[in-house]
């Protein structure tokens, strides 16, 4: 199983930026995919998830409405599309892949996780 990050940069506050995670290895059909970040000295914090099975997306409070989640099952890939980013969206940031499972905010409902992307807003 791979999970491989990509999109991350340095962008200014209010720019835009895409992450996609491209998964292999496992069957994309029935997963809980999670988009988590970790800044220095922090722990890793849950952003959003997608059911793959029915496009359910999940997000943590201070992203919605400028962080938007998506499924593109035939290439195995989850998207992040994150707008208006702030300096306090600086972080790694991962994906991981579990099943699907209520508490989608928790690192320990997935089993498997990419190498993580970096993401650094400027103010």
């Known amino acids: 199983v791979q999970l491989v990050e990509s999109g991350g940069g340095l962008v200014q506050a209010g720019e835009s930026l895409r992450l996609s995670c491209a998964a292999s290895?496992?069957?994309?059909?029935?997963?809980?995919i999670g988009w988590f970040r970790q800044a220095p000295g922090k722990e890793r914090e849950g952003v959003s998830a997608i059911n793959t099975s029915d496009g359910s997306p999940y997000y943590l409070d201070s992203v919605k409405g400028r962080f938007t989640i998506s499924s593109d099952n035939a290439k195995s890939t989850v998207h992040l599309f994150m707008n208006n980013l702030k300096p306090e969206d600086t972080a790694v940031y991962y994906c991981?892949?579990?099943?699907?499972?209520?508490?989608?905010?928790?690192?320990?409902?997935?089993?498997?996780w990419g190498q993580g992307t970096q993401v650094t807003v400027s103010s």
């Open positions: 290895g496992l069957s994309f059909d029935d997963l809980a």
């Open positions: 991981g892949a579990g099943d699907p499972a209520p508490n989608w905010w928790a690192p320990y409902e997935y089993d498997y």
